[in-house]
Structure formats: structure tokens, C-alpha cells
């Protein structure tokens, strides 16, 4: 599983997929507001795509494909999924934080947009981890990652309902883990 930063508000957003992003597609620049409530600005660069000398993966100076999206293995735009137990998890955090609602919001975004940024790499990158690990290591099921999937944490989300929030997910992940 992974979290990211997300919408100015209480969400708690649990992304059905994600984008393998093309180099030309990724954002380079993110608005959000701070803590105290002020208005700042973020810069990168967009990924260095193919890897490079030092990178130990197997992709290490492999070059580009159309689009260069970050995995080489797969086309520009390809989507991995969420499997985690979207569902079960939305209805224990609901159950948590009753009505009426506020303090949590849990849903599931299936616009298939994670951010186009660190945010849906990470979302995509625990699917393609996933993935992976299901045909590296088909004789070996012990060593699988089983579920994968991504979500936004609203910024206004308080630490201790986070807390509570992460908790409930992992118990319910659990539920389903062999």
C-alpha cells in the first residue's frame, strides 16, 4: 500500500487504478496550500526514463519506448489496479467515523487520474511491484505481493484520524491476505 498527500479537504481516497504515465504527460509543477494555510509552489523535473548507470533494475540503460513511460515494460497509459478490499475498507472507516460525516471521508475515485505526478507513480508502482512479484516468483507463493493500491490522504485529514484510518485499512487488508 501507499499514501499520498491529497485533496484540500477530510478525503480519504482510495484509487481504483493508475496510469503509466508518459514522460510528456508527467507534471512538473504542484499548487497546495501548507499547514498554516498559505498558498505554495513545488518544481521538479520529470523522470529520468530507461534508467541509468546506477540504477540496479533490470531496465539499467534499456532506453525508451513510445511515449517513455517510467515502466519500459509496459505501453505509455497502461493502468494497474487497486485490488486491495476497496469496498470493506471504505464501510469500516465509514463505521468509525459516523454520521454525520466529516472527520474521514472515505470513497473510491475510479477517474482513473491519480495526479500525474510522485502520487500516481507510487500508485502505479505498487500495482507493477504486485505484478511483478506474481511471475517472479510463481513457484514461490510465499513470496508474492498479493494486493496493491494507493490512497490520498485529504490534507485536513487530523493525524489521529489518519492513524485510525491506516489502521482500519491494514485490518481489513488482513481479512483477505492468505
Known amino acids: 500500500m501507499s499514501f499520498s498527500r491529497g485533496n484540500f479537504d477530510k478525503s480519504w481516497e482510495l ?3 493508475a ?22 509552489t513545488m518544481y521538479w523535473t ?32 497502461l493502468t494497474r489496479a487497486n485490488n486491495l478490499p476497496i469496498q470493506a475498507i471504505i464501510n469500516s472507516i465509514k ?19 491519480v495526479g500525474e505526478f510522485v502520487s500516481e507513480f507510487m500508485a502505479y508502482y505498487v500495482g507493477w511491484y504486485r505484478d511483478y512479484s506474481q511471475v517472479e516468483f510463481a513457484s ?9 493500491g494507493h490512497t490520498h490522504v ?17 485490518t481489513e487488508l488482513f481479512k483477505v491476505l492468505p
Open 15 to 17: 484509487e481504483k487504478s
Open 19 to 40: 496510469r503509466n504515465i508518459g514522460r510528456d504527460n508527467w507534471v512538473i509543477e504542484q499548487t497546495y496550500w501548507d499547514q498554516n494555510n498559505v498558498q505554495q
Open 46 to 77: 520529470k523522470p529520468y526514463i530507461g534508467g541509468s548507470a546506477s540504477d540496479p533494475s533490470p531496465y539499467k540503460n534499456a532506453g525508451e519506448i513510445a511515449g517513455k513511460p517510467p515502466d519500459r515494460s509496459q505501453a505509455a497509459m
Open 95 to 113: 463505521a468509525a467515523f459516523p454520521d454525520p460525516p466529516g472527520r474521514v471521508v472515505p470513497y473510491e475515485d475510479d477517474t482513473g487520474i
Open 140 to 148: 514461490e507463493p510465499q513470496k508474492q505481493c498479493n494486493f496493491a
Open 154 to 170: 485529504g490534507i485536513k485529514v487530523a493525524v489521529s484520524d489518519a492513524e485510525s484510518s491506516v489502521e482500519l485499512q491494514l
